[in-house]
Structure formats: structure tokens, C-alpha cells
């Protein structure tokens, strides 16, 4: 909430065993807010596209959860960088260890909280188009147009002087 109204702004998350983690900005609104107020954290992975012969059965394949919960702050500096490294290894395997130390000033600008999995939803649609069998005979495409999510091939920027550095490989996407 912001001045009596819902907010919702994407922020980096992770998993580590019974508790998902909020991670940004030490002056963020929302992550202020959040350390003492009931938080409703949501996440969509779409699979596809589902098309019928009529616009009211259009659809999309999907898994998604919600979690309900009251999160608590991470505020020991060696504690905060353990759960960032660990998110760094999802995402990055190795990474952490190429990386200049995060700095003490770093952690301060950084807020990272903690939110038990204890209130969960899951819902998933997949499958086949829902046509009414009335409509099988009308001239429009009926099928499913998947969705990918993938890394592309890494670009360097303009500061990688040395030829021999490669690029990491990312995690595997959860």
C-alpha cells in the first residue's frame, strides 16, 4: 500500500527451502511497507497461447502461485550476503565467486526479506483449446502457440577487455 492504494512492482525473488525471499532497494516503498504489513506475493509462468474459433474460449496455459504471508527483514550484514550469494548461484552457478566482495555499503542499500511459505495456492491450466463442438466447423485456427522462456546468446559490453573472460551460464529457470 501507498498512500491507501495497492501496489504492485516486480522485484527479484528466490527460493530456499521453506521461504521465498524479496530482494531491492533499501529505499523502496514497497519492501518498506511490506516489513510490517501482510504481503500477497504472485507468480505466473505462461506455457501458451490457447486459441479457438471463438474469442470467449481463448485462453492461456499456465502455472502460477500465490503465497500470503507477513515477511521478516534480513538485517545481519553476513546473513544477507549469504541468501544473496545463494540467489546469485540459482541464477549464475559460479558467479558469486568471479565477482569483486560485495561491500558493507552495498548490504545497507540493500533490503532483503524473508517470507515463510506457509499460505500457498498453486493453479495451472494446460491442455488442448475448450471449442464448442458447434464451432469445429468454423473457418479459424484452433490449436496452442507455445511460449518459451530461454537465455539468448551473452553479449559483452564495451568494458570486457579480455578475450580469454566468457560469459556464465545461467541456472536453470525455476
Not at 516489513?35 to 509462468?45: E, K, L, Q, W
Not at 549469504?82 to 549464475?92: D, G, I, K, P, V
Not at 569483486?100 to 483449446?129: F, H
Request: hydrophobic letters at 40%; proline letters at 9%.
Amino acid at each position: 500500500m501507498h498512500e491507501g492504494v495497492p501496489v504492485v512492482i516486480p522485484t527479484l525473488y528466490w527460493r530456499e527451502g521453506d521461504h521465498v525471499y524479496l530482494h531491492g532497494s533499501a529505499v523502496s516503498r514497497m519492501l518498506d511497507t511490506a516489513r510490517s504489513a501482510p504481503v500477497c506475493v504472485t507468480v505466473t509462468h505462461v506455457d501458451a497461447l490457447v486459441l479457438t474459433r471463438s474469442a470467449f474460449h481463448h485462453s492461456i496455459n499456465y502455472r502460477s502461485v500465490v503465497l500470503l504471508g507477513r515477511p521478516e527483514e534480513v538485517a545481519d550484514a553476513s546473513e544477507k550476503a549469504a541468501r544473496l550469494r545463494t540467489f546469485m548461484e540459482q541464477l549464475l552457478p559460479g558467479r558469486w565467486d568471479a565477482l569483486r566482495p560485495v561491500k558493507p555499503k552495498e548490504l545497507k542499500a540493500t533490503r532483503l526479506l524473508r517470507l515463510a511459505i506457509d499460505e500457498v495456492s498453486a493453479k495451472i491450466r494446460s491442455g488442448p483449446p475448450a471449442d464448442d463442438k458447434a464451432d469445429f466447423d468454423w473457418p479459424a485456427w484452433g490449436g496452442l502457440i507455445p511460449i518459451e522462456t530461454r537465455s539468448g546468446a551473452p553479449r559483452p559490453d564495451e568494458h570486457v577487455r579480455d578475450p580469454r573472460l566468457r560469459a556464465p551460464k545461467p541456472g536453470k529457470f525455476q
